[in-house]
Each structure stands twice: as structure tokens, then as C-alpha cells.
């Protein structure tokens, strides 16, 4: 029943910055962990970042110090500020929730995936 909408992805430049934005989206109870995720053509889908319903945050050693993850639960959502991009981080990305409905069951839900190209 729930779904998630992405946004922000883009073309920047080498160095450049990009925010993306996930928003949820039906009877939502609570979201526990968010997370953002990404797949570049011919690897494996790969974690980013997490962040757990407390607040706590985990990166991959590939982005730590250049992204940082936050969420508002007021608005049901989970942002990735992306800073320093390099070309190694073209890639889709994806969100990630697990979202508890009014029903009190429990669905994973995935975003449709938004393009980062980063290239001169």
C-alpha cells in the first residue's frame, strides 16, 4: 500500500554536490530504518547509508566524510546530501524503508531508483 517517491538525481560535474530526497507515502504508522542504496551498470546493488529510527548513522567507507544521510519523520522522508561526487559515484540510487502501516504490518518498500551521472 505504501510507496516511496526519489528525486534529485542529476548530471554534476566532478566535485560537485547533489541532494537526493525520498518521500513515503501511505497509512504509516512508523519508519524504522532508511537507507539509501545504489547500482551502477554491471556491479552489485550496494548499501550507501543508514539511518535507524534513532538517528544513527552508518556509511559505506567509500562515501564517509563526502555524503551524509538524514531523515524528518514529520515528513515521512530520508534525504542524501552528496558532496565531493566523483566519478565512481555514478550510479542509481535508491531508497529504502521499513515502514509499519495502522495495520500494524510491517513492508519493506524500495524507490523507483533516480540517475547520479557525475562527469565533466
Known amino acids: 500500500q505504501g510507496k516511496l517517491v526519489e528525486s534529485g538525481g542529476d548530471l554534476v560535474r566532478p566535485g560537485g554536490s547533489l541532494r537526493l530526497s525520498c518521500a513515503a507515502s501511505?497509512?504509516?504508522?512508523?519508519?524504522?530504518?532508511m537507507a539509501w542504496y545504489r547500482q551502477a551498470p554491471g556491479k552489485q546493488r550496494e548499501l550507501v547509508a543508514d539511518?535507524?529510527?534513532?538517528?544513527?548513522?552508518n556509511y559505506a567507507d567509500s562515501v564517509k566524510g563526502r555524503f551524509t544521510i538524514s531523515r524528518d519523520n514529520a515528513k515521512n522522508t530520508v534525504n542524501l546530501q552528496m558532496n565531493s561526487l566523483k566519478p565512481e559515484d555514478t550510479a542509481v540510487y535508491y531508497c529504502?524503508?521499513?515502514?509499519?502501516?495502522?495495520?500494524?504490518?510491517?513492508?519493506?518498500?524500495w524507490g523507483q531508483g533516480t540517475q547520479v551521472t557525475v562527469s565533466s
Open positions: 529504502n524503508m521499513w515502514v509499519r502501516h495502522h495495520n500494524l504490518r510491517t513492508q519493506g518498500l
Open positions: 501511505g497509512s504509516i504508522l512508523s519508519i524504522n530504518a
Open positions: 539511518i535507524s529510527s534513532g538517528g544513527s548513522t
